[in-house]
């Protein structure tokens, strides 16, 4: 398997769950950013980070690099900025923290593509693949992105830049989002189903 980073975007304002995403507990063991390191420790990555305030650092997770974002509260492009630099290899896995449902499986037919990749009809998860000369234009439309005013600033338009391959969605109650406390509660009546291991309390890696 070729070296992983995995950028996790857990840095949200979390306004229409009501309450810190991140920190929703999954499990008796676990909060969901936890799970989410265990998912990208279990696809591979050696080199994971996550874009979200060092202040709000976990002890347990004392082992990973929060990296605040330079441009505060300008969505997933400012994490992307902060953080890409910070990775040590070209296959960057992008995670949310807000799609518990994501599994190993679904994520390895992503990282089986040779060129930066998503799902087709979904921004996220991404996979990223860029050698130095590409990070470098990568970081300057994000920086272009960020500093300008009227620029959408959205992942899409991101995609469009990385012209990402858009690979079929196998198995579409994994790409289930919880934004919303009505969607966190469908994905716990779903759990057993989706994530037998995370519900059993056994989804250390």
């Given at each position: ?143 272009e992105q960020l500093q300008n005013a009227n620029a959408r600033r959205s992942i899409r338009s991101m995609l469009h830049f990385l012209q990402v391959n858009e690979l079929p969605v196998m198995h579409e109650q994994s790409m289930l989002n919880t ?27």
């Amino acid at each position: 398997m070729q070296p992983l980073s995995c950028i996790i975007l857990a840095g949200g304002l979390s306004v229409r769950m009501g309450r810190d995403k991140a920190l929703l507990p999954i499990c008796q063991q676990h909060d969901l950013l936890t799970h989410m390191v265990n998912l990208a420790g279990s696809a591979g990555a050696a080199n994971i980070l996550v874009s979200r305030s060092p202040a709000l650092q976990a002890e347990a997770l004392s082992y990973i690099p929060f990296i605040a974002d330079y441009y505060p509260q300008q969505g997933p492009l400012a994490g992307l900025q902060a953080c890409i630099p910070e990775c040590k290899y070209e296959r960057i896995l992008v995670l949310p923290v807000d799609m518990p449902a994501l599994n190993k499986d679904v994520l390895q037919i992503l990282l089986s593509s040779t060129t930066s990749a998503c799902f087709k009809g979904y921004e996220l998860p991404l996979l990223i693949v860029a050698d130095s000369g590409q990070r470098d234009q990568l970081q300057r439309f994000l920086n272009e992105q960020l500093q300008n005013a009227n620029a959408r600033r959205s992942i899409r338009s991101m995609l469009h830049f990385l012209q990402v391959n858009e690979l079929p969605v196998m198995h579409e109650q994994s790409m289930l989002n919880t934004n919303s406390p009505e969607q966190w509660q469908l994905f716990l009546s779903l759990k057993d189903e989706l994530q037998p291991d995370v519900a059993k309390g056994n989804n250390q890696h």
